[in-house]
């Protein structure tokens, strides 16, 4: 039986000492619940493997279930195959990581919401605070460091539907895990 390839980006952990998981722990958590070829990559909870299962929504169930039963905490977790993952970040627009005097971040949206969803919950925005754009279930955002404060999509922390069903990786990070993705 073939395995796809995906990546398990945990929402909320390991930020200001709550929701602590170790990376090493959570690695032999996953190979023991039956995941293959298992890599993680920083302390935010992103973790590459593979697995029998095709069908996503097992496979968050899955991981989700093993994190509940080893770690005691419920965490969201974001699951995307490989291909998906690779495809939307071809997509990422051309001002997306290109400045220094900008903080760059994709904004993953948790199934069953979609990024067309969030990106229309996060208004208009206003072109001098912040570069906003999305392609499938990825938000690609950047805003200059001077104005960070200013910008629009802090829209998303006041409501809860949205804000829940999203992770956030910066752009080092997701790049980084593009580049393991493509190396293993």
């Known amino acids: 039986m073939n395995s796809t390839k995906y990546i398990a980006l945990l929402r909320g952990?390991?930020?200001g000492g709550n929701n602590k998981i170790?990376?090493?722990i959570l690695k032999g958590?996953?190979?023991?619940g039956g995941l293959q070829n298992v890599m993680t990559y920083i302390n935010s909870g992103n973790v590459?493997?593979?697995s029998q299962k095709s069908d996503i929504q097992q496979v968050k169930e899955l991981c989700e279930e093993l994190i509940l039963k080893n770690f005691n905490l419920k965490?969201?977790?974001c699951i995307i195959n490989a291909s998906n993952f690779l495809e939307c970040l071809s997509h990422a627009p051309m001002w997306w990581n290109t400045s220094k005097e900008q903080?760059?971040?994709?904004?993953f949206v948790i199934p069953p919401l979609t990024g067309e969803y969030v990106f229309n919950q996060i208004g208009?925005?206003?072109p001098e605070y912040e570069s906003i754009a999305f392609f499938g279930n990825v938000i690609f955002w950047s805003a200059p460091i001077a104005t960070y404060s200013h910008k629009r999509l802090s829209t998303i922390v006041?409501?809860?539907k949205v804000y829940n069903a999203v992770t956030i990786r910066n752009a080092n990070t997701t790049l980084k895990l593009k580049d393991l993705m493509e190396k293993s």
């Open 13 to 15: 952990i390991n930020v």
């Open 22 to 24: 170790s990376m090493p």
């Open 29 to 32: 958590v996953f190979e023991k």
């Open 48 to 50: 590459i493997f593979e």
């Open 75 to 77: 965490i969201l977790v």
């Open 103 to 107: 903080k760059h971040n994709a904004l």
């Open 124 to 126: 208009e925005t206003k």
């Open 158 to 160: 006041t409501n809860k």
